[in-house]
């Protein structure tokens, strides 16, 4: 089966202007798929250090010895580059799509395709589940965590149904969430399944504050004139990339001099976002919704 088919793959390499004895970091490891060629082209000097927080990818990891594999959130890459003394990378890739893989395994509860127990943990040692937060969450949580994330439409008619349900008995897995989605769905329910798994996936593993932690540590870790590679797949996501590529941070706020002249730390050189190709999107349907954004480093 194949684990995660890398999206945007040939972009990414040419966005990242690969130096053979460079140093680099593939922030979102999965299966390897943008590893691998990063590590064709660099030499014996160079490094290439690979972060995930799924256990399940160490299945895939690469014997070289100018690679490291860090099991982590990517959010905590500043903190682990500087236990590794390399603070100064050329190059940063973040991919943040969830991997095929861990949406084709029913026992991780990431699709509303499997009857499996409401999980979603991307990082499998963590406490908090989709369980946790469908049985946990009072009802103007749920319809914030549902507006906000999965932009559902009749995101409190849904929360306010969940909290119903759940006052009888707990909603522990795909199938009792599904049994409340069809009696509320509107619009074609394939588009509503996905927008509310998706809107608890993104509470659950805390996504958006991750990404804001690694976009910030990740300049960190760049050289002057590295690049920073991201490719995003929902609008929250490319907006804040977006924000953080035109401020330097995620806030989005212009910091100026005291002579009203903006200091940037970075700059965004594609001025068109860089998205699939048809014949990319033939391939593989997962990316259609990719779109990437390319920072450096000033």
Known sequence: MEYHIPVLLKESLDALQICPD????????????????????????????????????????????????????????????????QESVDGILMDLGVSSHQINMPERGFSYRYDASLDMRMNQSAEFSAADLVNGYDKKELQQVLSRYGEVRNARTLADRVVKIRSHRSIETTFQLNEILDQVSIGSKVKYYSQVYQALRMEVNDEMG??????????????EGGRMVVISYHSLEDRLVKRFFKAGNVEGVLNKNEYGHILKSIKQINKKLVLPS????????????????????V
């Open 278 to 297: 048809e014949e990319e999107l033939k391939r593989n349907n997962r990316a259609r919704s990719a779109k990437m954004r390319i920072g450096e480093k």
């Open 22 to 85: 460079g140093i680099y970091i593939d922030a979102t490891f999965g299966a390897g798929g943008h590893s691998k060629p990063i590590l064709k082209q660099l030499s014996a000097k160079g490094h290439l250090y690979g972060f995930d927080q799924d256990v399940d990818v160490e299945e895939n990891l690469l014997e070289k010895e100018n690679f490291t594999f860090i099991r982590s959130n990517f959010r905590h890459m500043h903190r682990f580059m500087r236990l590794y003394q």
């Open 210 to 223: 991750a990404l804001e932690e690694a976009l910030e540590g990740g300049l960190k870790c760049l050289n």
